[in-house]
């Protein structure tokens, strides 16, 4: 309902609106399936009408797809959406208050752009991104955001497209993406995927020539303009892949600015110039054929200023000249304006130049110079003030100017006034200045005076003419510092110290100065926490505890308030004249000297061609020349076929200068090769191969021609054949033949000389045969081995390797190599007492021969080394134990020890003639000559020796050490006659037999008394006593008990069976059960009847021992005799 009102009346109407559902007005076909290669194709309309109007959703796959709509429903994909986004079945519902309609299903199905080719040939995949004002940057993708590889086969052009010059198998994938990268709004686009099939072709072995893939025509024409960046691309296809090179068809290439890029597919200019005009061509080639494309560049330029509009101020009446100079291509139009308004006057106009005469104050304005051509248009503006003012100095009145002699000083004397003043100087004597070729008056009143001196010192007045106003400036010259005597070459010894002079003049009246010195440019710090360097008050710099780092060259500096003495200025404009094809002249101009003559120039070169360096894209400069201080230019010889650069190192006292400028490059022209390479030999490093290396050699179209043929036969044909760069291969040639070759030099231009032939071999292989008849010496220590001269080495004989191998050793073995074809090796350092196999095998560059058959030996006996060990306790105050162990090195078998002492009073040396000796045999198990065998009872293993007695003095036993029914070691052994004995022994004493005599009939009496005691009923707890004991090999020895006795010990002995039939071992009746626990005994013939229990473990690894030979000596126990006899002798 509404209400219309008017002035007097107001008329109400009821206007009635009808609620309808959502009617679709666009509906899809049922099931439509639709197919999209790009987002264009997918459109899915969905309209209706209703009241209120209805609200649409989509819904895909079953889920709401996307926000819900007002107005219309139609379903569009934008540009930053993947279209696989949209793969799947769509319905639209279109909804209000009074219900809901809805579509039927449409399912999408995204189709992939499918492009097929055979292997080998050429693609391209297009990439069409949203156009923009700023192109975008293209990149093509996997579905994993990796880039796609790029090489001179594959690569991306400037439209954005991805060419390969010839496909391979491996560029079959289903997701090509190209996405466009757009900088500025920060966005990137994914095209559709693109997938490629590479079908396999027998076509790949013919190859294809090379042809021109972009641009597909023969000509393009390139506008460039002058600043900006230029790129030329040229991109091929062919099988293989080609090659492309670029020229200058007017000119040389390195003349111009641009440079390959892109595997040589872009020729790139950075800053395009006037110079890169003109025509250009890329060939692309292959073994097939070659293709051209060339360029026309043709370089314009916007305008740019030649001389700027500057801001003037001048007074009525005087002529003004504006200046306004602009050029471009084409040449650009000048205009003025005045205050923003076209200049009518157009006769004051000429060019760039505005001419104003008897200036009014009414010129005074703001003027507009503006230059304009096809590519753009530039403008300035600058002011032109006409006024009057009377003429002051504004330079301060007093200044005192200093400088050193030799130099140069500005006094100012800055003027202002309209019209501009004149100024003028005077000296102290009033003389006008400028008569002096020494001065210069410069257009803003400075006076300028060069090469001042002693004389130059003074007062300077500067005076405005037809006026009474000036200023007055004072000068004072001092005297140049100068450097006396500078670091000479010194040399110290490393940890000592060095001193380097530095002694200078300087003026006295500058008090401050400073001394710094350099190591290789590089400052060095004085109050370093080392004290390495100290420079003293008069300059001198020691360096402490020199080291090989300190190897360098020092420099020192003087500086003054007004000076310093350092090294001098690098020459400046360094130029090329008298250009020819192998010569040419180099000047230049020296730099400021810095108070320190010149002694001499240093010419530098570098050429760019042929040695650029493998580790980078930088060349080493060279020194070329050395000239005189006094002169200042230098003829130059060069070789053709060269790019050079100079530069110029000027040196004097204090070293040498920065370099100058470099030259820009110099080119000569190619020649007929003049020599042929050095050097030339045979490098091969597989059999059946020829090579030989590379010799770098000027011309153009330069190429080796290598000529080869077998040694030896004069009447064999030379072969030959091409090669652009060493090495050249020669294939099926045998192993180790020798051949004559030689390489000439080839150019476009002809041949080298003949050149001389050389002899080299083919390559090497494995020796087949071992060297024959190995013999050896052997003599104590050392084997000398003897062979013949091996055969069928099939390569240069670098030598032999004498392998040597300890038995039952292999950590031991030895490898002696012996050089040359020398057939004798000695070995030393042998061990003694031991066996060895040796064999030899000879070796080439390849590898080595089979080994020749093994050849045993074995080395003779040598004396033992000393006892591993040696220990000693005293139990009495007039006896000593000594417990030591077997030597680790027996050199054979070992037939005893000696023991030799002395009595000493203080610890003074030992000397050979004091010693007493006394041997100690290592006597083990014992059988009766002729008798049964007896088996002693079960050793304990940490157990170091066993002791037999009551044997048969002069009689052999045969000794057998047994582990269950295995023998480890068996020996023959003879026992020492009767006359053998130890002279004024212990047990001979007489005192000594009374003394075991009373011993033994007392233990009788006792031993009578219990029987007796027994017999009456008596009972002796021997039984109890013989419970509690321990049997002495089944319990472990304490330190602290070592080597002493007890009853239990003792008693040990008697349960021992006896190993031979006629003897009684450890009897009731021997004296060791009743003898002093530290004497050695004897019985009646001398023989060794008695033992001692306390004794040291054995080593570790001789528990058991096997036969006796070099290979496995059997090491005896140790031995710990009773010393006691010996050392109570009469000394």
């Not at 501009?420 to 070729?437: C, F, I, N, T």
């Not at 002249?585 to 730099?591: D, E, F, H, K, Y």
């Not at 004498?802 to 090796?825: C, I, P």
């Not at 050199?891 to 610890?907: K, R, T």
Request: negative net charge; glycine residues 8%; aromatic residues 8%.
């Amino acid at each position: 309902m509404s209400c219309l009102c008017g002035i007097n009346a107001c008329v109400r109407a009821h206007l009635f609106s009808v609620s309808q559902p959502p009617v679709l007005t666009q509906p899809f076909e049922v099931m439509t399936s639709y197919t999209a290669f790009y987002r264009d194709d997918i459109i899915l309309p969905c309209e209706a009408s209703g009241n209120p109007p209805p609200t649409f959703r989509w819904v895909k796959d079953g889920r709401t797809f996307g926000s819900e709509r007002t107005g219309s429903g139609t379903l569009e994909v934008s540009e930053d959406e993947a279209l696989e986004l949209y793969q799947g079945t769509f319905r639209c519902y279109a909804s209000n208050t009074l219900g809901t309609a809805m579509t039927h299903k449409v399912h999408i199905n995204q189709q992939k752009l499918r492009r097929e080719a055979y292997v080998g040939e050429s693609m391209v995949l297009t990439c069409n991104p949203p156009p923009s004002s700023a192109p975008p940057q293209i990149h093509w993708m996997d579905k994993k955001l990796v880039h796609i590889r790029q090489s001179d086969r594959v690569m991306v052009g400037l439209n954005g497209n991805l060419y390969f010059a010839n496909l391979l198998k491996s560029d079959s994938r289903e997701d090509y993406f190209c996405n466009s990268h757009y900088i500025e709004a920060r966005t990137i686009l994914p095209d559709t995927a693109i997938a490629l099939t590479v079908l396999p072709s027998n076509d790949v072995a013919h190859g294809k020539p090379a042809q021109i893939f972009h641009p597909s025509s023969s000509h393009s024409s390139v506008l460039a303009l002058r600043g900006q960046s230029l790129t030329l691309e040229c991109i091929p296809k062919g099988l293989p892949t080609p090659k492309v090179e670029w020229k200058k068809k007017d000119g040389k290439l390195d003349e111009t600015g641009g440079h390959p890029e892109n595997h040589n597919r872009w020729l790139y200019f950075d800053s395009v110039d006037q110079r890169d005009d003109g025509e250009y061509e890329c060939r692309a080639s292959n073994v097939h054929g070659s293709s051209v494309h060339s360029f026309t560049v043709t370089v314009e330029a916007a305008p740019y200023w030649v001389k700027e509009l500057q801001n003037l101020r001048y007074a009525p009446g005087e002529t003004v000249r504006l200046d306004c100079l602009a050029e471009g291509i084409p040449t650009p139009n000048i205009t003025w304006s005045i205050n923003g308004q076209p200049l009518k006057h157009s006769w004051r106009v000429s060019g760039g130049v505005l001419r104003l005469t008897d200036v009014l104050l009414s010129d005074t304005a703001v003027y507009q110079c503006e230059a304009t051509n096809d590519h753009g248009s530039i403008l300035l503006n600058a002011y032109l003030h006409v006024v009057e003012l009377p003429p002051q100095i504004l330079s301060s009145d007093g200044v005192v100017y200093r400088i050193t002699e030799g130099g140069t000083i500005k006094m100012s004397c800055e003027t202002f006034g309209s019209p501009r003043p004149h100024v003028k100087w005077e000296g102290e004597d009033w003389a006008p200045l400028l008569s002096d070729p020494r001065v210069s008056l410069l257009t803003n009143g400075t006076l300028e005076l060069s090469d001042v001196g002693p004389g130059d010192s003074g007062m300077y007045t500067c005076l405005i003419k037809n006026t009474n106003i000036s200023i007055n400036a004072h000068l004072e010259v001092f005297n140049k510092t100068r450097i006396v005597t500078g670091p000479q070459n010194v040399r110290a010894l490393r940890g000592g110290k060095a001193l380097l002079d530095c002694y200078f003049r300087k003026d006295p009246r500058l008090p401050r100065y400073q001394i710094i010195w350099r190591k290789d440019g590089q400052k060095l710090q004085e109050s370093s926490p080392d004290d390495k360097y100290t420079i003293f008050a008069n300059g001198t710099l020691k360096v402490t505890d020199v080291q090989s780092k300190d190897n360098a060259a020092y420099s020192c500096e003087v500086i003054t308030e007004l000076d310093q003495v350092t090294a001098i200025d690098p020459p400046l404009d360094v130029t090329l004249s008298d250009v020819k094809d192998d010569t040419l002249t180099l000047s230049w101009i020296p730099g400021r000297s810095h108070n320190s003559p010149i002694t001499e120039f240093i010419v530098e070169a570098k050429e760019e061609q042929h040695s650029r360096r493998h580790d980078g894209d930088t060349w080493r400069w060279e020194a070329l020349k050395r000239v005189p201080a006094d002169f200042n230019h230098l003829q130059l010889s060069l070789h053709p076929f060269c790019t050079y650069a100079f530069r110029v190192v000027a040196v004097n006292q204090l070293g040498p200068s920065e370099p100058s400028q470099p030259t820009p490059l110099h080119s000569t022209p190619p020649a007929v090769p003049h020599n042929n390479p050095t050097g030339v030999r045979s490098e091969s490093s597989d059999s059946g191969t020829l090579e030989m290396p590379r010799r770098s050699h000027n011309g153009q179209d330069f190429q080796y021609k290598v000529l080869w043929r077998k040694a030896g036969g004069k009447t064999e044909r030379w072969n030959h054949g091409y090669a652009k760069s060493p090495p050249f291969s020669v294939n099926n040639t045998g192993t180790y033949v020798p051949f004559e070759i030689k390489v000439q030099a080839v150019n476009a231009l002809g041949e080298g000389p003949a050149p001389e032939a050389e002899i080299g071999h083919s390559g090497e292989d494995v020796p087949e045969e071992f060297p024959s008849d190995v013999a050896v010496r052997v003599m104590n220590r050392t084997v000398r081995v003897r062979w013949n001269e091996a055969q069928n080495v099939r390569g240069l004989l670098l030598g032999y390797k004498v392998l040597l191998s300890l038995h039952r050793a292999k950590e031991d073995d030895k490898v002696v190599e012996v050089k040359g074809r020398k057939t004798t090796a000695e070995v030393t350092g042998l061990q003694l007492f031991s066996r060895y196999t040796v064999s030899v095998t000879a070796f080439n560059s390849k590898g080595e021969s089979p080994a020749s058959p093994a050849v045993h030996f074995s080395t003779p006996e040598g004396v033992p080394g000393p006892p591993a060990s040696l220990l000693f306790e005293s139990p009495t105050e007039n006896s000593m134990l000594l417990y030591w162990t077997p030597p680790l090195q027996t050199n054979g078998i070992l037939l005893g020890y000696m023991v030799q002492y002395q009595q000493g009073i203080n610890s003074g040396k030992l000397t050979g003639s004091s010693l007493i000796p006394f041997w100690i045999m290592p006597t083990k198990f014992c059988l009766a000559a002729g008798g049964q065998w007896e088996e002693s009872e079960i050793v304990n293993t940490s157990q170091g020796f066993y002791s037999l007695t009551g044997l048969q003095p002069g009689t052999e036993y045969h000794l057998v050490v047994m582990h269950g029914n295995s023998t480890q070691w068996e020996s023959a052994s003879w026992t020492l006659g009767p006359g053998i004995q130890v002279s004024g022994g212990f047990a001979t004493q007489g005192w000594l037999i009374g003394l075991i005599s009373a011993i033994v009939l007392l233990i009788l009496i006792l031993i009578i008394l219990c029987l007796v005691k027994r017999r009456k009923g008596g009972k002796y707890a021997v039984k109890d006593k013989e419970d509690k004991e321990v049997d002495s090999e089944a319990r472990p020895m304490k330190d602290e008990t070592f080597g002493e006795y007890s009853d239990t010990d003792e008693k040990r002995s008697e349960s021992q069976p006896s190993l031979c039939g006629d003897s009684k071992l450890g009897s009731d009746d021997s004296l060791a059960e009743y003898g002093d626990s530290v004497d050695i005994q004897f019985n009646e013939d001398g023989s060794f009847i008695g033992q001692y229990s306390g004794r040291a473990p054995a080593p570790a690894g001789h528990e058991s021992s096997g036969p006796a030979s070099p290979d496995n000596t059997a090491p005896p126990p140790p031995i710990a005799p009773s010393m006691s006899s010996i050392l109570n002798q009469p000394s």
